[in-house]
């Protein structure tokens, strides 16, 4: 089984800066994708980011130019760095993790426990 724990979440006034970090941890071959989701009170969940394991990056447009995610394979690890933070991105934060049991399996997809981000002055 695998886990994810994700820490970073918290209060932070609008332009400021929060950098999530999600783990995973656990017995399997390999991680193929790791992405960020956000899911705002009585929204549905929605895509932030995601980045391949070759480092091949995708962003939601209303982040581009303030996110960054990026992903340490050797930790099976990956960031979110969040810039230039607006009211409107405060939500649960929630990264995924697509992980081989072995290299003739498909990938299964992981969910953290969610962290919070609010942005308010």
């Known amino acids: 089984q695998v886990q994810l724990v994700e820490s970073g979440g918290g209060l932070v006034q609008p332009g400021g800066s929060l950098r999530l970090s999600c783990a995973a941890s656990?017995?399997?071959?390999?991680?193929?994708?790791m992405g960020w989701y956000r899911q705002a009170p009585e929204k549905e969940r929605e895509l932030v980011a995601t980045?391949?394991?070759?480092?091949?990056?995708n962003y939601a447009d209303s982040v581009k130019g303030r996110f960054t995610i990026s992903r340490d394979n050797a930790k099976n690890t990956v960031y979110l760095q969040m810039n230039g933070l607006k009211p409107e991105d405060t939500a649960v934060y929630y990264c995924?993790?697509?992980?081989?049991?072995?290299?003739?399996?498909?990938?299964?997809?992981?969910w953290g426990q969610g962290t919070q981000v609010t942005v308010s002055s």
């Open positions: 995924d993790a697509a992980v081989r049991y072995t290299v003739m399996t498909a990938p299964r997809n992981y």
């Open positions: 656990g017995s399997f071959f390999s991680i193929n994708a």
């Open positions: 980045i391949t394991s070759g480092g091949n990056r």
